[in-house]
């Protein structure tokens, strides 16, 4: 089926507009449903990897339908050893199975994910030293190692070391065409420093690093991330820029993200204009967008359903690709989740990868 590029354009800007003109783990859904920011529940200030006492107490609190073999005196795992020391970790794994178009079903039991997370607070409140260790599936990844400072009680904000970029939203999923289009995922941690502030209504960061997801430095190339959020207890609204210095071509990244809560459903939206320069001369554009909605509608359940839209090169005609989502998150008791979720694509005829369809189960412990 053909995509009308001008209609997803035109689907794409409602939305946002939608999304800005309305008054009033962790997943960012999650940060939209309970109007808070990223730092409220993570080591991260920005997002992603450990959980602190409060996000840990919110996941077993709001996220798990029951509570089980927990003493009346103890308010169970906080992902805190003392006050200088936290661990945690996250475990990802399961079944999938993908159809390609005139090839043979892939189905496999995998586990796709297995993290850890070591906090060092030499000293509480102000310096940290936090390292976040990939363990499965393959050897052991770093993908973060900084140095935290955190003065005026978390209100600036200094990270040195490895460490994930501020670009849009910080989603579970990698495979999202926002941030594969992008390049800055959980795959993708950069090395050099960055500074953060964080306001009652504001929340801001701006990165400078080697622009090379980790390995190493190389002369000429250098990147500058700055991602600015506006965060209000019903809705948000935030813009991301990105540009990484290459001798073999610039790339210059824009992207817009929001969200809103309306009753029981949680929104979010992005979209990534993203300019790579050329060897050859000229440029190439990327346009990528996604639309998700997350239903809670009973305790321990969330339904979780996304559109996106990618258009990989304005050089090319009829190259543009869809990918529609439904995933149903199931928490029956503290740190643990089911999930059974469904994904099809809709692309270049012809190209049976951009026509795929995947089906997967999968459980998450974490801690």
């Known amino acids: 089926m053909q995509i009308h590029k001008s209609y997803a354009y035109s689907l794409a800007a409602v939305i946002a507009l939608g999304l800005t003109g309305v008054p009033s783990h962790a997943e960012p859904y999650l940060a939209v449903e309970s109007g808070l920011k990223c730092a409220a529940c993570h080591t991260n200030p920005s997002g992603g990897g450990k959980r602190n006492v409060f996000g840990m107490t919110y996941a077993r609190a709001a996220l798990a339908e029951r509570i089980l073999l927990q003493e009346e005196?103890?308010?169970?795992?906080?992902?805190?050893?003392?006050n200088w020391l936290g661990i945690g970790g996250d475990y990802r794994g399961g079944y999938s199975e993908v159809d390609l178009p005139g090839s043979q079903d892939v189905s496999e039991w995998s586990t796709t994910k297995g993290t850890a997370y070591l906090e060092i607070r030499p000293v509480p409140g102000l310096l940290t030293?936090?390292?976040?260790?990939?363990?499965?599936?393959?050897?052991?990844?770093?993908r973060e190692a900084y140095l935290l400072l955190t003065p005026k009680d978390g209100r600036f904000t200094v990270k040195a070391g490895q460490f994930f970029l501020p670009f849009g939203l910080r989603l579970q999923d990698d495979a999202t065409f926002v941030r594969q289009s992008s390049g800055?995922?959980?795959?993708?941690?950069?090395?050099?420093?960055?500074?953060?502030?964080e306001?009652?209504?504001?929340?801001?960061?701006?990165?400078?690093?080697?622009?090379?997801?980790?390995?190493?430095?190389?002369?000429g190339k250098e990147q500058t991330s700055l991602s600015v959020a506006y965060v209000l207890p019903r809705w948000r609204i935030g813009t991301s820029i990105n540009v990484n210095e290459d001798p073999l071509g610039d790339r210059e990244m824009f992207a817009l993200f929001a969200g809103l809560k309306t009753g029981p459903i949680s929104w979010l939206a992005e979209i990534d204009l993203i300019s790579d320069d050329l060897p050859q001369g000229g440029t190439r554009d990327t346009y990528a967008t996604l639309v998700e909605g997350n239903w809670r509608f009973r305790k321990g359940h969330n339904l979780k359903a996304s559109y996106e839209f990618l258009d990989p090169s304005?050089?090319?005609?009829?190259?543009?690709?869809?990918?529609?989502?439904?995933?149903?998150?199931?928490?029956?008791?503290?740190?643990?989740?089911?999930r059974v979720g469904f994904t099809s694509y809709n692309g270049v005829p012809g190209i049976p990868t951009t026509n795929r369809s995947e089906f997967f189960v999968e459980a998450h412990v974490y801690f």
């Open 199 to 219: 306001l009652p209504r504001w929340s801001a960061q701006v990165a400078v690093s080697n622009g090379t997801a980790g390995t190493g430095s190389v002369s």
């Open 184 to 197: 800055i995922n959980f795959d993708t941690p950069d090395d050099g420093i960055e500074f953060g502030i």
């Open 129 to 142: 030293l936090y390292v976040d260790e990939q363990l499965a599936p393959g050897d052991s990844i770093n």
């Open 314 to 338: 304005d050089l090319a005609s009829e190259d543009e690709q869809e990918r529609y989502r439904i995933v149903w998150e199931y928490s029956p008791f503290q740190l643990f989740q089911t």
């Open 73 to 82: 005196a103890s308010a169970g795992w906080a992902s805190e050893i003392n």
